[in-house]
C-alpha cells in the first residue's frame, strides 16, 4: 500500500577535485515544495529518533554524512532502509511509521518536509495509524 510509494533517489553529483556537491530542488527531486529543513546529530550510539506518522507531511531524507537506517511502516508491512551516501534521499509519503535507528558515529541526517512544523499533524500512537488506514494485521 504505502509502502509501494515510498523510494529511494539517486541525487545530482556534481564531482569536482575540490570535493563534490549534491543538490535538492522542491517539485523536482523530491515531489513536494520544501517548506522546512532540518537535521539530527550528535545522536548517541544505540538510540533511536521517529516513532510517529503524519497526516500532512511529506518527507526527504538524506545521509549528509555517517550512515542510519529508516525503518518505515505503512500499518500493515515493514521495510528497512539503509542511509548511507550524501547523494541517496527516501522519500516518505504521508501515512508512514518511521523509527530511525543504527546512527553511525557523527551521523548527519538531513530532512526536508512539505510543511511547517505542526505538532497536530503528528501520529504519535501506532494504533491510531492502524485505525486510519485500515490495517488487515489488528495487534
Ligand atoms: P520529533 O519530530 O518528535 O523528533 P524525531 O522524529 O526526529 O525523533 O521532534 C522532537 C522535538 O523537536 C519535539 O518537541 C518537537 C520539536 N520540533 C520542532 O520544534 N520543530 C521541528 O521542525 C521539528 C522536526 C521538531
Redesign the pocket.
Known sequence: MGLDKCKIVELPKIMDRRGNLTFIEGNDHVPFDIK?V?Y?YDVPGGEK????AHKALQQFIVAASGSFDVVLDDGNDQKRFHLNRSYYGLYIPTMIWRELDNFSSGSVCIVLASEH?D?NDYIRDYKELENKVGSNDKK
Open positions: 522546512r532540518y539530527l529518533r521517529g516513532g510517529h512544523y505538532e
